[in-house]
């Protein structure tokens, strides 16, 4: 039988129905609330689509939850207080856990270590719940407490969402444009290749740092008539800056939105006037070209939600915080997606090379860096070592996998291309190390990260001409000033000669 308390069967001024409404709206905008403050703060990194998925998720938990308390009451007030008291338990559980986890008397992440840390929290919550069934006053004046702070927290992320999207079209009006060169006077310009090597480390380092002579990867690569540079150097040790930075002719001081910046990229949208196919193997969504017409994307969070950082944070921060932790002690061979993230571009750059042009082909292979699932023949690394930075044996077996397939690439496209092509092949950064687990850690000096490897083949020009330590933000430029009729200041480029 349903109790009913004095308060339930006694009102004096009952509230309008505007009012209840209003008292019964915030519950639901506090569900989403952990949504949109992560979202917020990661919103560069994060596609909207990921976050409405999740506020959706978050809202429905809500719902479900709001349907259950009336087996509890049917006091409109008191049924929103209980289901914020209980979202707020669901969404602030999992940072509470990792702040007591150590003090626990038994082994982390595990369901007793769980059970003994909710006793706490959930006892608090139960006898706030208790207590609030039971107060025989109105509620009404906390309702309204709760409602202006949520609306405020929601409205400052809302703020902040919108200004974060409405700002390109602010900016469009503004914005610097790059001086792009007239087009270059001839029925077929070249195919151009960039390959983006990710934490591919100089020829130089692997020797300092590996005692690995790679020279021979390069001295092939220079066999196939490509340059390639010596004491080579990035501004930039994070992907982003440097991909923007590479991207936009070298104008990029690592300020702002560098995701933006890869995005609408110059150097996609120049050739784009210049009549090229965009073609890209992405590993983000967040650095998705905005231009691009045709797209290959393997996403891991096929696999499961726990490969997305967004969704796993939400999942780590609250209740649920137990799957995401005994999911990666049980999850399925996810070395295996991780091998066909890079295997794909593999298997279908073939097809693509013989496709019709001109066209621009931008791979950014996530390879050699972590997780560590080759190794120097491809085959498949043990398990336990995919992040081992500690044995250099596993980065470096997987640096000496992809410069053997980066020359068989290179060997490939030169063979199969209508016409000869512009090929890049060069790192974002080089060699960073580790300073993650400590049992796999390894530190690198940050001066010894930036020594990088760069490679272009540039058909009708000599590689000689070319600075020795041409560094990767100019080898755009160099290649709309060759082939483009360009006027970029190359600050480390000597000026070609033409091959005879």
Same mark, same amino acid.
């Given at each position: 039988m349903i109790r009913r308390y004095p308060s339930?069967?006694?009102?004096?001024?009952?509230?309008?129905t505007g009012e209840k409404a209003r008292a019964r709206l915030y519950p639901f905008l506090f569900a989403v609330y952990p949504v949109l403050f992560l979202y917020?703060?990661?919103?560069?990194?994060?596609?909207?689509?990921e976050a409405l998925a999740a506020a959706a998720v978050c809202l429905a938990i809500a719902i479900v939850s709001y349907w259950v308390l009336k087996a509890f009451t049917v006091d409109a007030e008191r049924r929103p207080l209980l289901l914020f008291l209980f979202l707020l338990l669901f969404h602030s559980y999992g940072l509470y856990y990792g702040l007591i986890s150590g003090l626990l008397p038994v082994a982390a992440d595990t369901l007793? #270590?769980?059970?003994?840390?909710f006793v706490p929290l959930g006892g608090m919550w139960l006898l706030?719940?208790?207590?609030?069934?039971?107060?025989?006053? #109105?509620p009404r004046a906390l309702n309204r407490i709760l409602r202006l702070s949520v609306a405020c927290l929601v409205c400052w992320n809302l703020a902040g969402i919108l200004a974060h999207h409405a700002r390109p079209l602010l900016d469009r009006g503004r914005q610097r444009h790059v001086s792009r060169p007239a087009p270059a006077r001839q029925e077929q310009p070249p195919d151009i290749y960039c390959f983006i090597l990710d934490e591919f480390a100089a020829v130089e380092s692997a020797q300092s740092l590996f005692r690995y002579d790679n020279s021979a990867f390069a001295q092939e690569l220079r066999d196939l008539g490509f340059f390639v540079a010596r004491n080579s150097r990035c501004r930039f040790q994070k992907t982003e800056q440097a991909l923007a930075s590479l991207l936009n002719f070298g104008e990029h001081d690592g300020r702002g939105d560098s995701f933006r910046r890869i995005r609408g990229n110059a150097v996609a949208a120049s050739l784009k006037q210049h009549g090229y196919r965009i073609i890209e193997f992405p590993v983000s969504p967040v650095m998705f070209m905005e231009v691009a017409d045709q797209r290959h994307y393997y996403s891991l969070a096929r696999v499961s939600v726990f490969f997305n950082d967004f969704y796993r944070t939400l999942f780590e921060r609250s209740l649920l915080c137990y799957l995401p932790r005994r999911w990666s002690r049980s999850r399925p061979d996810s070395a295996r997606y991780y091998r066909q993230r890079v295997l794909q571009v593999f298997?279908?750059?073939?097809?693509?090379?013989?496709?019709?042009?001109?066209?621009?082909?931008?791979?950014?292979?996530?390879?050699?860096?972590?997780?560590?699932?080759?190794?120097?023949?491809?085959?498949?690394?043990?398990?336990g070592h995919f992040w081992?930075?500690?044995?250099?044996?596993?980065?470096?077996q997987q640096y000496i996998f992809t410069s053997r397939q980066m020359a068989a690439v290179a060997s490939l496209i030169l063979r199969d291309s209508a016409?000869?092509?512009v090929v890049l092949i060069q790192s974002d950064h080089g060699y960073r190390g580790s300073r993650g687990r400590k049992t796999w850690q390894r530190r690198v000096d940050p001066e010894e990260s930036a020594k990088v490897f760069n490679a272009l083949h540039l058909p009708g020009f000599a590689p000689e001409s070319i600075d020795p330590s041409l560094a990767p933000q100019n080898n755009f430029r160099l290649v709309f000033n060759l082939y483009f009729g360009g006027r970029y200041p190359p600050p480390s480029i000597s000026t070609p000669r033409l091959t005879p």
């Open positions: 339930e069967m006694r009102q004096a001024h009952p509230p309008a917020r703060h990661n919103i560069r990194e994060v596609p909207a689509h007793p #270590s769980h059970a003994l840390a706030l719940s208790w207590a609030l069934l039971h107060y025989p006053g #109105s298997e279908r750059l073939p097809g693509i090379v013989r496709g019709p042009g001109p066209k621009f082909v931008y791979v950014h292979l996530y390879c050699p860096h972590e997780p560590f699932v080759f190794d120097a023949q491809g085959g498949a690394v043990p398990d081992d930075h500690a044995n250099p044996r596993y980065y470096l016409r000869p092509p």
